[in-house]
């Protein structure tokens, strides 16, 4: 009998599941994830396909409020102008236009 379990030396700075959608879940970052991810999500450039799934599960998060707005525009401010995939851009700016038409926009 084998296992599939993965044995790691040091902790991992975030953990992505559910990539390539190979099962369903509905993925939620824990707090050095998600601290991860809005810091240097730009910089996943190789595919493309990832930093989707991953803005995605953040629009998740804010409209299901387990994201703070302070962190969904950390997030946007960070990492938007470097977005390539013009189907991620019309997902982050579709959720843009809804916290503001939802009176969510604030002076932060």
Do not use: H
């Amino acid at each position: 009998m084998t296992s599939d379990c993965l044995i790691v030396d040091e902790k991992p700075d975030a953990v992505l599941v559910n990539y390539n959608n190979w099962g369903y879940c509905r993925p939620r970052f824990d707090k050095e994830s998600l601290g991860f991810f809005i810091n240097n999500l730009k910089y996943m450039s190789d595919d493309c396909a990832m930093r989707t799934y991953i803005w995605r599960t953040f629009k998740d998060m804010i409209q299901s409020n387990e994201l703070s707005i302070s962190e969904w525009y950390r997030l946007i401010g960070n990492n938007l102008e470097f977005e390539t995939e013009e189907q991620t851009m019309v997902v982050v700016l579709g959720e843009i236009l809804k916290t503001y038409k939802n009176g969510l926009f604030s002076d932060e």
